[in-house]
């Protein structure tokens, strides 16, 4: 399996739709809200949820569900990237809940080569997360620097710095 692609694999137009999905706990939702400071009541407290916003219940913290989602593109977009370059927008457009799943797709919008620098390029795309039901509940795009082939093939190829393993008493080394 390949881990993210080189300019040349992008095709404007292609979706990839990332696997596999992920429940979102309420350990995870406090977890982060916690190591990211936001204290919101809304986030943590269950009782002020459930009495004083219309939800009714906890709603997760947005920047987990970008989080999620961007992680979740990493395989399919970004693997091979040389830089993050922009989130050129962030919409949540529908809550989050505690035990939802969330799954996601990237669309390539465009892709260009780089001005400066022949072995790269750039790839726009947009990644859409959404639940269970198929409810849409985060939407951003995104522009990331990937390399060209000849890129790769100059630092030794999609797995740079490999070691190789070294037979020892445990393992003889591969078999003919």
Not at 107 to 130: A, C, F, N, P
Request: glycine share 10%.
């Amino acid at each position: 399996m390949a881990f993210g692609r080189s300019y040349e694999e992008f095709e404007v137009g292609a979706v990839y739709r990332h696997w596999p999905g992920k429940t979102v706990t309420e350990y995870d939702d406090h977890l982060f809200c916690l190591l990211t400071m936001n204290h919101h009541p809304l986030h943590l407290d269950a009782h002020y949820a459930g009495e004083a916003t219309g939800f009714g219940q906890n709603v997760v913290v947005g920047n987990y569900v970008y989080s999620l989602l961007l992680g979740m593109s990493v395989a399919d977009v970004s693997g091979q990237a040389i830089a993050n370059l922009e989130v050129e927008s962030l919409r949540h457009v529908a809550p989050t809940f505690h035990g939802d799943t969330l799954y996601g797709e990237s669309r390539v919008l465009g892709k260009r080569e780089s001005t400066s620098k022949h072995d790269r390029g750039v790839v726009q795309v947009e990644t859409i997360g959404y639940n269970q039901h198929g409810t849409v509940v985060c939407i951003f795009r995104r522009s990331v620097m990937v390399p060209k082939r000849s890129y790769l093939e100059a630092r030794g190829g999609a797995q740079p710095a490999r070691p190789v393993p070294v037979p020892d008493r445990n393992w003889p080394g591969p078999t003919p």
